[in-house]
């Protein structure tokens, strides 16, 4: 259905939104993969997202957030509808009282971490590299290295799909293996609070760069990937099946299974979303018919 932008268009330049009609998603991807999105509108305070949300809503608009684009495999043909990046306010980072910070769904993971650590607050070591923002990394419950979001975060604010502003806490969040209340849903987070300990900044340090050096040694950084294609399987690891299928260096086009880590798929230059979607299903057919085991995508695909 072709969508109607006008009154959309003239509310984003009201509010001071900057709009880019047809924007490439490759530009905004760390697989540097995806076509162009009808629009991509920067939104910078939570009032301006109240009122698009709104307008979206009424116009029955699809809209996606935007974070930093670290779990996304974008369609070749692109994105039919709203693409909305966070900045300004919701990249802000800011100490609340008795060990907790608040962070805004724009902000990345490694700024929150940094600012944690600087303040000598403890608990979200787990979370340095992983290359997401806060409105991303809540939605999935990403972790590693023992550690996950509901592990920390205390308290979510959200906007509804109608721009109310409303929040969420404990078992509200709805925190399960790689999904929340947000999974696939239509409310949007502006903000989340996390509760950390009192630690010593040196050995907060310290532990951050050890895992850092970690990922490094074991991952494929050097190269455009969407991190982790393929959920945990129940009682394996996925990486393992793969490698042990024989599949390490498998490719598709520009598409390949990391020879560093199995478990990624790296763009080595001009891959396509069709390259990335025939290699999944290669990995899958293969680790299906050889271990029994049906791998499930932790990368989102999204676009026509």
């Not at 495999?73 to 060990?99: C, H, Q, T, Y």
């Not at 979370?127 to 990403?142: K, N």
């Not at 390259?275 to 995508?297: F, H």
């Amino acid at each position: 259905m072709k969508q109607n932008y006008a009154s959309l268009d003239r509310a984003a330049e009201q509010l001071g939104c900057s709009c880019a009609p047809q924007e490439p998603m490759c530009l905004h991807t760390t697989f540097r993969i995806g076509g162009p999105a009808d629009r991509l509108l920067t939104v910078e305070r939570v009032s301006q997202l109240g009122e698009l949300l709104k307008i979206l809503h009424g116009e029955e608009i699809p809209f996606l957030v935007l974070g930093k684009g670290s779990n996304l495999l974008v369609s070749d043909k692109g994105i039919r509808g709203v693409v909305l990046l966070l900045a300004g306010e919701f990249k802000k980072v800011e100490l609340l009282s008795n060990g907790r910070l608040r962070a805004g769904a724009g902000a990345s993971l490694a700024s929150v971490c940094a600012f944690a650590r600087d303040q000598g607050l403890s608990g979200l070591e787990f979370a340095w590299g992983i290359p997401g923002s806060v409105g991303g990394a809540v939605t999935m419950d990403a972790g590693a290295y023992g550690g996950e979001m509901r592990d920390v975060v205390e308290r979510v604010c959200h906007l509804t799909e109608e721009g109310t502003l409303s929040s969420a806490a404990g078992e509200e969040l709805g925190f399960s293996y790689r999904k929340s209340r947000y999974t696939g849903g239509r409310e949007v987070i502006a903000w989340a609070d996390y509760k950390l300990q009192p630690g010593d900044p040196t050995q907060i340090g310290s532990q951050m760069e050890e895992l850092m050096a970690r990922r490094k040694a074991k991952q494929p950084y050097d190269m455009p990937s969407a991190g982790s294609v393929f959920k945990r399987p129940e009682g394996a690891y996925a990486a393992a099946l793969i490698e042990e299928c024989g599949l390490k260096g498998r490719r598709v086009g520009g598409a390949q299974v990391s020879e560093k880590h199995a478990g990624f798929i790296v763009n080595t230059g001009g891959a396509t979303c069709g390259d990335v979607l025939a290699l999944i299903g290669q990995i899958q057919q293969e680790v299906r018919e050889k271990k029994g085991i049906s791998l499930e995508t932790e990368v989102r695909v999204l676009g026509e």
